[in-house]
């Protein structure tokens, strides 16, 4: 199996060894290890974008005990490295701003600008790189994944809000503003619902988990049970057991992921989209079936349809973005600024 197969469920056939440009195929391994919500998940990659071991740790939302946390991690995973090879260094991923490489801001644990790189105490003078997750994600796409066949695709992610990166010519894409990650306040036709950030009938504020459920919540009211679902997997397990609620709430996601994609692939003149996150779950449940016709349907007559790539959602794919983006900061010798500097000005990689 290649390497881009490793988180899909059914393989392609086997085609010929491929050889990434700059990348020498050794023991070498990288450290990813990805800040997500709740948890933090761990990984040992070598060059190939094999994962040869993973962790993975339940953590409360609090700032000091993270951050122990992530250095335990970082200390466990650079010893295990010795198994398999040489360490190249550590990569760290979160779902936060990063400014210059170093500094991050997640509200959610108070770190506003917060130099998260001088908390972290490495292993023998180790690399480390910082990175937000999706642009992280990205990342691995463009080296392990649908870059080995692409040049230019979009990944989408839907969790706590629709966010999606651009590549083009196998390089991320900043906007003007100079970010490479891009919320999409995209209008949603007769979607009422409001983002976190106040935009009435927005993609981010109609296709996230919450507002799913809270729909099927809503509509269950005169069954007098507004407690359910209380997750995706129950709505889609609700929906399969009868329940016409959740079964309109799936439904309706569909159309709304459709139109959403749809107005992406348009906007950026990209047809060809990966996409992730949480609630991209819904659409295994067999209320789902039609997405790819709802995603037909929306479309103009005579334009191309995107087409769309479903990943698992897996949290193994964020901390092997870490890995992959210190793999490709160590081999240019400089990280780029993920503010999306274009003038050239880079950020040494931390050695610690």
Not at 130 to 157: H, K, M, P, W
Not at 247 to 261: D, E, I, P, T, Y
Request: with cysteine.
């Amino acid at each position: 199996m290649e390497p881009y197969d490793i988180h899909k469920k059914t393989a392609d056939p086997p085609g010929p060894p491929i050889h990434i440009p700059h990348f020498k195929r050794s023991d070498e391994c990288a450290v990813g290890i990805a800040l997500l919500p709740g948890r933090i998940h761990a990984v040992v990659m070598d060059r190939s974008g094999r994962v040869r071991e993973e962790r993975a740790r339940t953590v409360v939302n609090n700032a000091n005990a993270i951050l122990s946390m992530i250095n335990t991690l970082c200390r466990e995973m650079a010893e295990s490295v010795r198994s398999y090879g040489d360490i190249k260094g550590i990569g760290l991923s979160l779902g936060g701003k990063v400014i210059d490489g170093r500094r991050c801001t997640v509200e959610e644990l108070g770190w506003l600008d917060f130099p998260l790189l001088d908390s972290i105490s490495g292993q023998g003078g180790l690399p480390l790189s910082l990175i937000n997750s999706l642009e992280g994600l990205a990342t691995y796409e463009a080296i392990y994944g649908v870059g080995q066949r692409l040049d230019n695709f979009l990944i989408v992610q839907i969790a706590e809000n629709v966010c999606y990166v651009e590549v083009k010519n196998g390089a991320i894409c900043p906007d003007p503003a100079g970010d490479y990650r891009r919320t999409a306040h995209l209008r949603l036709e007769g979607s009422n619902a409001v983002c976190a950030q106040g935009h009435y009938g927005c993609a981010s504020g109609s296709l996230v988990p919450s507002a799913v459920i809270g729909q099927a919540r809503a509509a269950r009211m005169s069954a007098g049970d507004t407690e359910r679902p209380r997750d995706i997997e129950e709505l889609i397990r609700m929906a399969q057991g009868g329940d016409q609620a959740c079964r309109k709430a799936v439904l309706g996601f569909v159309r709304n992921l459709a139109r959403c994609l749809e107005q992406l692939s348009e906007m950026t003149k990209i047809d060809h989209i990966v996409l992730d996150g949480s609630a991209v779950r819904i659409l295994s449940s067999e209320w789902a079936v039609l997405f790819e016709d709802e995603l037909f349907t929306v479309g103009s007559p005579g334009e191309v349809l995107p087409v769309v790539i479903r990943r698992a959602s897996e949290d193994s794919r964020w901390a092997c973005g870490a890995a992959a983006y210190l793999f490709e900061t160590c081999d240019r010798g400089r990280p780029k600024v993920s503010g999306g500097d274009l003038s050239g000005s880079h950020v040494p990689l931390i050695a610690v």
